[in-house]
């Protein structure tokens, strides 16, 4: 193995950063703490927080529906490690050399992810990587980061995070065994270490995204000891994260002990069983578990039972069967007083394409409309992709080519609007793709932007737009509202009834995000837009803004887009090609102005004399203030916003910000101006 001096003279670069990660245990995201060492301290001490934090925070009462949610969320893996790219570019100087120690048996996703996105995102930067593969001696060059007093100190070699075990660091290879058996022996306030605080940091590993991590120390623990608590955690970790295969592929001796940890196993076999289309499998695992289709639905677990069983049957071809199923989940969920945003999701989804399958088109639209009204108000830029493919497979059944294209068009802007594109899950890919991703790789961005071309240019072919040629500014960048950096005082508002509405502006810096907005999928957009008549003039405007408000899903009605003029302090909106001074009616436009409850809730209750805000999805529940409570009550008398004062106050805006109400507009107190 080269030395470092060896491999710095290859390379003419002034500044060298290491990074190792050799080791068979080592910390989440390892590559990255290690070039936060070498940068300062405040780098060292973000990068440990940004890994540290959960992307949900929501406490759950039940934990399948957090799962759901992960899922919805898509690879957390890909966002976390783009966020911790985006941190770090800022902070590498011009002309560094990144050496990496590297053993492949040790490389995690979340890793791999990171150097992929290094090179994405940071061309300039050269990493040489360095194998320490097969090699009887240790690295000749190892970092360990001896500065993070706040966070972790050594003892012996074994890093402790707030008095507990987490991870080691092994120097090399050959001294694996050696600190695995100091990992069993470790010793915390004189007790041993118990499985529950390994699973613990399994599931903490997990949280933040380092799958493979948690999974290789549950892996290691279950094979030394045959405790099957590790194997049912190691099995959960991988159901959740997507390596469906991997739990199908686990083999299951002649277990015998705690019925509820057996059928545990058995439901993780069954259900990735079903999704990888191994059905047989998923039979055996099913009658292990004593399931079939009259099972009583006695509790929540029992409907997410239920529902991956309804898919084995629609997968058998037992289709109603499966329809009967889901509807017997379906009423089960109308008849409980609590309210179910993940299972009612799933449960309205899984029906929406049965229907779908069987080709009718008017309940699969009711069920995607009910799917998607359970999670309203906390949509995920995903959600707005995924709903908009749906909907065009609906329109091309029935041959509404138009709307189709609508949809499709509706979509590509979200896609390219994405901030995490590479995070899509496993059951929005696969709906795109119409194949099977691997959940530790980031999305194949090409591939996906290849499929938006090809449907849309379909689409747009057989409705005849004329697509003439024009000289469009392919730097044009689409973002999202909450990702735009300009003035949105100088944009104009463009739409029509129906079809699109996004914002035309100026950015006022290019953005190194946008990397999945290839040249030809920029121009078809623009071309299709101008066959709208909708194009703005490009000459005056290089980013195209999309609006989610609210999820009213990049607003395509007239009243919608007259409210996020206001809101948004955009002085005209161009409408059908009908342009409006909205700053000339702003003070009459006021008076239309309403405040609601945001859909994002699932329910306002009482606590001890306060009110907490539950919310359907990820959103962790608060509490709000005793005046907070005396708002929202005076609301119901009074919805409309009488003053320019209060519609500015910051408890309003506050109050927007975290979901609690929002602004909406009454189309019956439209100005005079149509």
Request: hydrophobic share 40%; charged share 20%; with cysteine.
């Amino acid at each position: 193995m080269a030395t470092i001096k060896q491999i710095t003279s290859l390379y003419p670069h002034s500044n060298i950063i290491v990074a190792d990660i050799s080791s068979f245990f080592t910390s989440p995201y390892k590559a990255a703490i290690d070039m936060a060492t070498q940068i300062d301290e405040d780098a060292l001490n973000t990068i440990n927080q940004m890994i540290k934090a959960p992307w949900v925070t929501k406490q759950y009462n039940y934990q399948t529906d957090y799962w759901v949610d992960i899922e919805s969320i898509g690879n957390i893996t890909a966002i976390k490690t783009k966020e911790l790219v985006a941190f770090l570019s800022a902070k590498i100087t011009e002309n560094t050399l990144l050496v990496v120690n590297l053993n492949h048996s040790a490389l995690d996703d979340d890793n791999a992810l990171f150097f992929e996105f290094l090179r994405r995102y940071l061309p300039n930067l050269t990493i040489h990587f360095n194998s320490t593969e097969n090699q009887e001696n240790s690295p000749s060059y190892y970092l360990i980061h001896q500065e993070q007093k706040n966070l972790s100190y050594l003892i012996d070699d074994v890093l402790v995070l707030n008095n507990k075990l987490i991870f080691i660091e092994v120097r090399d290879s050959s001294a694996k065994q050696y600190y695995q058996n100091k990992l069993s022996a470790f010793v915390t306030n004189n007790n041993a270490v118990l499985p529950e605080e390994i699973i613990q940091h399994a599931w903490s590993a997990a949280y933040v995204g380092a799958i493979h991590l948690a999974t290789r120390l549950l892996k290691q623990y279950y094979n030394e000891s045959k405790n099957m608590a590790y194997l049912a955690h190691l099995q959960y970790i991988r159901l959740v994260s997507g390596y469906f295969h991997d739990v199908v592929n686990e083999p299951y001796e002649d277990f015998t002990g705690d019925p509820l940890l057996l059928n545990r196993l058995f439901y993780a076999k069954a259900y990735c069983a079903v999704l990888t289309n191994n059905i047989e499998v998923a039979g055996i695992y099913f009658q292990k578990m004593g399931m079939h289709a009259d099972k009583s639905l006695s509790d929540l677990q029992s409907l997410y039972h239920a529902n991956i069983y309804a898919l084995y049957q629609h997968r058998l071809g037992n289709l109603q069967t499966a329809s009967d199923l889901e509807h017997r989940i379906e009423s089960q969920l109308d008849s409980d007083n609590e309210i179910h945003t993940q299972i009612r999701y799933i449960n309205s989804l899984n029906l929406a394409r049965l229907y779908r399958f069987m080709g009718d088109v008017e309940k699969a639209r009711y069920y995607f409309d009910l799917a998607y009204q359970s999670i309203n108000g906390v949509m995920l830029e995903a959600d707005y992709v995924y709903r908009n493919v749906n909907y065009a497979s609906l329109y091309e059944k029935t041959g509404d080519i138009k709307n189709a294209f609508h949809c499709w068009l509706r979509a590509t802007l979200h896609w390219m609007a994405m901030r995490y594109p590479e995070s899509l899950g496993w059951r929005i890919s696969r709906a795109i793709l119409r194949k099977e991703m691997h959940p530790g790789k980031a999305l194949p961005l090409d591939e996906v932007s290849n499929v938006f071309y090809k449907n849309l240019h379909a689409l747009a072919e057989r409705l005849n737009l004329d697509f003439e040629e024009r000289d469009v500014d392919v730097d044009l960048y689409i973002k999202q509202v909450k990702y735009f950096d300009g003035n949105f005082e100088q944009a104009q508002y463009y739409g029509k009834d129906n079809q699109v509405g996004f914002i035309g502006a100026v950015s006022s810096l290019t953005d190194e995000w946008c990397y999945h907005q290839p040249r030809e999928l920029k121009q078809l957009v623009l071309k299709c837009l101008a066959a709208l008549h909708c194009l703005p003039d490009v000459k005056h405007c290089n980013t195209l803004v999309i609006d989610t408000d609210h999820d009213t899903e990049m607003p395509i009605m007239f009243h919608q887009a007259i409210k996020r003029c206001i809101f948004l302090n955009i002085p005209t909106l161009n409408w059908d090609e009908t342009v409006i001074d909205i700053a000339k009616y702003k003070e009459e436009l006021l008076k239309g102005v309403m405040i609601k409850l945001s859909p994002s809730q699932a329910s306002l209750t009482t606590e001890d004399q306060q009110q907490r805000v539950v919310y359907k999805r990820y959103k962790q529940n608060i509490l709000i203030q005793p005046e907070v409570s005396t708002l929202l009550k005076d609301m119901k008398k009074h919805t409309y916003i009488d003053a320019v004062k209060q519609f500015t106050s910051k408890i309003l805006q506050d109050l927007e910000r975290e979901k609690i109400i929002y602004f909406d507009f009454d189309p019956e107190k439209m100005p005079d101006f149509v």
